[in-house]
């Protein structure tokens, strides 16, 4: 049973930084194929913020480019997202994503969620 658990969300003043983690268990690294990080904000369509690959390539978002930056340590099966120079339109849900590799298809796990506030 692959769990993902996240911390580190919060309430954040504009400019401020936060960092998210999002630890995943019941799963061996060399079956990912990537993680990353999505956000809801109310009324939004959950998107994609930041994603790495097993093999390292990395993707961020137009709106955390130069902001954002995902990193992973493969031993603790852990993904990270430091976020820097928040803003009020970062608010969100954020929520961990885990791809993992089943024979010729591919299975997609979520955490629960951890909520960034920017005020403003």
């Given at each position: 049973q692959v769990?993902?658990?996240?911390?580190?969300?919060?309430?954040?003043?504009a400019g401020g930084s936060l960092?998210?983690?999002c630890a995943a268990s019941g799963v061996i690294?060399?079956?990912?194929?990537?993680m990353g990080w999505y956000?809801?904000?109310p009324g939004?369509?959950?998107?994609?913020?930041?994603s790495i690959t097993s093999g390292g390539s990395m993707y961020y978002a137009v709106s955390g480019k130069g902001r954002f930056a995902?990193?992973?340590?493969n031993a603790k099966n852990t993904v990270y997202l430091?976020?820097?120079?928040?803003?009020?339109?970062?608010?969100?849900?954020?929520?961990?994503?885990?791809?993992?590799?089943?024979?010729?298809?591919?299975v997609v796990y979520w955490?629960?969620?951890?909520?960034?506030?920017?005020?403003?």
């Open positions: 769990q993902l658990v996240e911390s580190g969300g919060g309430l954040v003043q960092r998210l983690s690294f060399s079956s990912i194929n990537a956000r809801q904000a939004k369509q959950r998107e994609l913020v930041a995902i990193a992973r340590d430091q976020m820097n120079g928040l803003k009020p339109e970062d608010t969100a849900v954020y929520f961990c994503n885990l791809k993992k590799r089943v024979l010729n298809s591919e955490g629960q969620g951890t909520r960034v506030t920017v005020s403003s």
